[in-house]
């Protein structure tokens, strides 16, 4: 994979208030990075916010980027987490087309992933699956062939492990 | 007991006297009626500007002779986009004004209403930061925030958007302003290490040269730089912003470096063997090719921004904090070197390579700008528009002092100058500041000239007039086979007469042998502002040149015979 194209993991904590985001976001398009995910809800604490943001660039204007992020009055932190070793989850709903051929097929792939059937209709199936982002991929390869209709995915949750925190 | 009970405009008003501000740049509208007539019951100034970008640029102009942040008062929507140029330029050079926007009643907002834009929206790549207020109760805390992240670290616009039920409204006489921004940190003092490795550096440097910007003025590090400089017997140039932190007078002193610098200073540059930046960013009039910028240097960055470390020139030693602290720190860690040689090669490559001009023959521009520097014996606050009167200016009007040379860098703002030069002496009553324009820039902004009239301010507007887009022009014959596009200002007015129309003196220069007799009694003038139309050589070149993207050892010195290359660089 040629540099530019890394994947960056971005922790950011951030002020609750109305136009954060577009601030976020607008120091990433300046530079040329396009964001893959970006997941936000409100901490602990409502008044902060956390966001998760997963994104492609090339690795020397990540540095920049960060302290770009940090200078911005609304952003109390952001750090980058790519490389580390840190809990990253995400959920996604897959809707893939069944018939009665199919069916146990599918729920026997579903069920090596431990994934939950939440809708079942004469053609199709839903199923929530939760884990690392590479697992989503697996699951949704795996089902392809059935003719997956629709996947949504949270994109990436990450905490760190034992007593650090991601914020502050 | 009800509490008693004000407007939040009025509160407002209050508040801007709290935070020190004398006066207030603006133009009215129907948003921003409520905060005009909280003005009219205080007894705050006004500044009745002619044009929105006019008092942005004076809020500036005042803010950098002052150092105090600038207060703009505009209404929503296209008053306040006509702000956005003068906003720019002033976070491109890190200048500390409030722009306060009126805005239609927040049950409107984003419904397309009369003069309803989305201020704060479009404002947030050009801001340090900025503010929509919905609830009045707020308005006080805001306000108070505006003005600490606009005037502290690195300075910046602030924009507040205020709409107009939320003026209007009533709220507690006793409202508090108080606020918390946890994630606003100003680092001030730099970490002791790096300032421990940057002294052994400098204390073992054979060959160095402190390049001095506009963070050195805004942290008023000018009795620091000249005590490092005596101690350690260092060079020191400083850039189109850093100008009058160190007096230009100085033995020690190279003017500016970069593409229009002075050729001793880009010389001295590429034999360096440690250029230390003392607030300035390694911008790209300076470093045009970042990547080879100086390879036989070690360098030092102190800068109070983590953004610019190492964004475009990799450095050796980086210091992050306010410059004065940093360099005050600094000191006591310098162990005196021997620089002698050093001083030798820098006293010869001034002798052998000062700027120089035909006084002979047609009137130069760099002449007329030269002897208004020697009338004013440095003690003039001087303001400068874009092209190529900026350039002559920072080459031959020696400044002395701190804030006194006030010129649009980063954002390169045509327009800038003479508004710029409104603030300054509002900010200044007693000083003599000259506006140093070129007849391109002066007609974006010209109609302030009722402004300064009105305010029976006493500027010397020194109008470059060669009837071109010079600095374009300069660039079309040098690099584009003298194809002029666009540059012929044919049409433009008879500018002495244009200043007989606002009420205010003209004066003419057209030979060199005037020059001094004209610009002595434009000096001698004082009932209001003056134009003095510098009709000067339409084809003079600024030289030295760095084309654009290249390195300093690329510098031409004069038009050379050969055709040149487009340049790489940007602009």
Request: aromatic content about 6%; overall charge neutral.
């Given at each position: 994979?040629?540099?530019?194209?890394?994947?960056?993991?971005?922790?950011?904590?951030?002020?609750?208030?109305?136009?954060?985001?577009?601030?976020?976001?607008?120091?990433?398009?300046?530079?040329?990075?396009?964001?893959?995910?970006?997941?936000?809800?409100?901490?602990?604490?409502?008044?902060?916010?956390?966001?998760?943001?997963?994104?492609?660039?090339?690795?020397?204007?990540?540095?920049?980027?960060?302290?770009?992020?940090?200078?911005?009055?609304?952003?109390?932190?952001?750090?980058?987490?790519?490389?580390?070793?840190?809990?990253?989850?995400?959920?996604?709903?897959?809707?893939?087309?069944?018939?009665?051929?199919?069916?146990?097929?599918?729920?026997?792939?579903?069920?090596?992933?431990?994934?939950?059937?939440?809708?079942?209709?004469?053609?199709?199936?839903?199923?929530?699956?939760?884990?690392?982002?590479?697992?989503?991929?697996?699951?949704?390869?795996?089902?392809?062939?059935?003719?997956?209709?629709?996947?949504?995915?949270?994109?990436?949750?990450?905490?760190?492990?034992?007593?650090?925190?991601?914020?502050? | 007991?009800?509490?008693?009970?004000?407007?939040?405009?009025?509160?407002?008003?209050?508040?801007?006297?709290?935070?020190?501000?004398?006066?207030?740049?603006?133009?009215?509208?129907?948003?921003?009626?409520?905060?005009?007539?909280?003005?009219?019951?205080?007894?705050?100034?006004?500044?009745?500007?002619?044009?929105?970008?006019?008092?942005?640029?004076?809020?500036?102009?005042?803010?950098?002779?002052?150092?105090?942040?600038?207060?703009?008062?505009?209404?929503?929507?296209?008053?306040?986009?006509?702000?956005?140029?003068?906003?720019?330029?002033?976070?491109?050079d890190?200048?500390?004004?409030?722009?306060?926007?009126?805005?239609?009643?927040?049950?409107?907002?984003?419904?397309?209403?009369?003069?309803?834009?989305?201020?704060?929206?479009?404002?947030?790549?050009?801001?340090?930061?900025?503010?929509?207020?919905?609830?009045?109760?707020?308005?006080?805390?805001?306000?108070?925030?505006?003005?600490?992240?606009?005037?502290?670290?690195?300075?910046?616009?602030?924009?507040?958007?205020?709409?107009?039920?939320?003026?209007?409204?009533?709220?507690?006489?006793?409202?508090?302003?108080?606020?918390?921004?946890?994630?606003?940190?100003?680092?001030?003092?730099?970490?002791?290490?790096?300032?421990?490795?940057?002294?052994?550096?400098?204390?073992?440097?054979?060959?160095?040269i402190l390049m001095v910007g506009h963070?050195a003025v805004?942290?008023?590090?000018?009795?620091?730089?000249?005590?490092?400089?005596?101690?350690?017997?260092?060079p020191v140039t400083n850039t189109l912003l850093g100008k009058g932190c160190f007096p230009e007078s100085h033995?020690l002193n190279l003017g500016m470096p970069g593409m229009h610098g002075t050729a001793y200073a880009n010389m001295a540059l590429?034999?360096?063997?440690?250029l230390?930046s003392i607030g300035a960013r390694w911008d790209d009039r300076i470093a045009g090719?970042?990547?080879?910028?100086?390879?036989?240097?070690?360098?030092?960055?102190?800068?109070?921004?983590?953004?610019?470390?190492?964004?475009?020139?990799?450095?050796?030693?980086?210091?992050?904090?306010?410059?004065?602290?940093?360099?005050?720190?600094?000191?006591?860690?310098?162990?005196?070197?021997?620089?002698?040689?050093?001083?030798?090669?820098?006293?010869?490559l001034k002798?052998?390579y000062p700027l120089?001009?035909?006084?002979?023959?047609?009137?130069?521009?760099q002449?007329?700008i030269e002897?208004?520097s020697?009338?004013?014996?440095?003690?003039?606050?001087v303001?400068t528009?874009v092209?190529q009167h900026q350039m002559w200016a920072a080459q031959f009007f020696k400044t002395e002092?701190?804030?006194h040379f006030l010129s649009s860098g980063g954002?390169g703002?045509?327009?800038?100058?003479?508004?710029?030069?409104?603030?300054?002496?509002?900010?200044?009553?007693?000083?003599?500041?000259?506006?140093v324009?070129?007849?391109?820039?002066?007609?974006?902004?010209?109609?302030?000239?009722?402004?300064?009239?009105?305010?029976?301010?006493?500027?010397?507007?020194?109008?470059?007039?060669?009837?071109?887009?010079?600095?374009?022009?300069?660039?079309?014959?040098?690099?584009?086979?003298?194809?002029?596009?666009?540059?012929?200002?044919?049409?433009?007015?008879?500018?002495?007469?244009?200043?007989?129309?606002?009420?205010?003196?003209?004066?003419?220069?057209?030979?060199?042998?005037?020059?001094?007799?004209?610009?002595?009694?434009?000096?001698?003038?004082?009932?209001?502002?003056?134009?003095?139309?510098?009709?000067?050589?339409?084809?003079?070149?600024v030289f030295p040149m760095v084309?654009?993207?290249?390195?300093l050892?690329?510098m031409?010195?004069?038009?050379?015979?050969?055709?040149?290359?487009?340049?790489?660089?940007?602009?």
């Open positions: 994979m040629s540099d530019f194209q890394k994947r960056h993991n971005i922790s950011l904590y951030v002020e609750n208030k109305p136009g954060v985001t577009i601030r976020i976001a607008l120091v990433f398009a300046r530079r040329g990075y396009n964001i893959e995910s970006f997941v936000g809800s409100p901490a602990q604490d409502s008044r902060y916010s956390r966001i998760n943001i997963e994104a492609t660039g090339d690795s020397q204007t990540l540095h920049l980027m960060l302290e770009q992020l940090n200078r911005l009055v609304d952003v109390i932190h952001a750090r980058e987490y790519s490389d580390e070793d840190v809990i990253q989850k995400e959920l996604a709903l897959i809707k893939v087309r069944c018939d009665n051929n199919s069916r146990t097929e599918i729920l026997q792939i579903s069920d090596a992933f431990k994934c939950r059937n939440v809708d079942i209709s004469d053609t199709t199936m839903t199923f929530q699956v939760t884990g690392k982002s590479s697992k989503i991929d697996a699951v949704s390869k795996m089902l392809d062939k059935y003719g997956v209709l629709e996947v949504v995915r949270t994109g990436k949750l990450l905490i760190a492990r034992g007593e650090e925190e991601t914020s502050w | 007991m009800n509490k008693k009970q004000c407007t939040a405009a009025t509160k407002l008003i209050e508040i801007l006297k709290k935070q020190g501000v004398e006066c207030i740049f603006g133009l009215p509208g129907g948003s921003a009626i409520p905060l005009y007539d909280a003005l009219a019951l205080s007894d705050m100034k006004l500044v009745l500007t002619r044009h929105e970008q006019g008092a942005t640029h004076m809020a500036d102009g005042y803010a950098r002779s002052s150092g105090k942040p600038g207060v703009v008062l505009v209404t929503s929507g296209p008053g306040a986009t006509n702000t956005l140029t003068g906003v720019m330029t002033a976070m491109m890190s200048v500390p004004i409030v722009v306060l926007c009126g805005q239609q009643l927040t049950s409107n907002l984003g419904l397309d209403t009369f003069q309803e834009a989305d201020v704060s929206g479009m404002s947030y790549p050009i801001v340090k930061h900025s503010f929509l207020v919905k609830d009045p109760n707020e308005l006080p805390s805001v306000i108070n925030q505006a003005f600490h992240i606009a005037n502290t670290g690195r300075p910046g616009p602030v924009i507040v958007d205020l709409p107009k039920d939320v003026t209007s409204a009533l709220i507690d006489e006793d409202t508090t302003g108080e606020f918390t921004l946890p994630g606003y940190v100003v680092r001030k003092e730099g970490n002791l290490d790096s300032i421990k490795e940057a002294a052994a550096m400098i204390s073992k440097a054979e060959k160095p963070g805004i942290s008023g590090a000018g009795q620091e730089i000249k005590a490092i400089v005596e101690k350690m017997q260092i033995e590429c034999e360096c063997d440690l230390v090719s970042p990547s080879d910028f100086l390879p036989q240097a070690k360098k030092i960055h102190i800068d109070i921004d983590p953004v610019e470390i190492n964004k475009t020139v990799q450095v050796d030693c980086s210091i992050i904090g306010d410059a004065k602290s940093v360099l005050n720190s600094l000191y006591g860690y310098l162990e005196k070197g021997n620089t002698q040689r050093w001083i030798k090669l820098i006293r010869r002798r052998e120089k001009y035909k006084k002979e023959g047609k009137l130069r521009a002449h007329v002897e208004m020697r009338l004013t014996k440095g003690e003039a606050i303001t528009d092209g002092h701190t804030r954002a703002t045509m327009g800038f100058g003479f508004p710029a030069a409104i603030g300054a002496q509002l900010a200044n009553p007693g000083r003599i500041v000259v506006a324009v070129g007849d391109g820039g002066f007609q974006m902004t010209l109609p302030e000239l009722s402004t300064a009239v009105n305010e029976k301010l006493p500027i010397k507007i020194l109008l470059i007039n060669n009837r071109y887009l010079g600095m374009v022009r300069q660039w079309q014959h040098m690099f584009y086979d003298n194809r002029l596009s666009g540059v012929d200002l044919e049409g433009n007015p008879d500018f002495v007469k244009l200043a007989g129309a606002y009420g205010c003196k003209g004066f003419r220069v057209k030979r060199s042998a005037d020059v001094r007799k004209v610009l002595g009694a434009a000096l001698a003038y004082n009932d209001g502002p003056c134009i003095i139309d510098a009709e000067v050589e339409k084809y003079d070149n084309p654009s993207g290249a390195g050892d690329k031409l010195l004069s038009m050379p015979r050969n055709k040149l290359e487009k340049p790489k660089g940007g602009t």
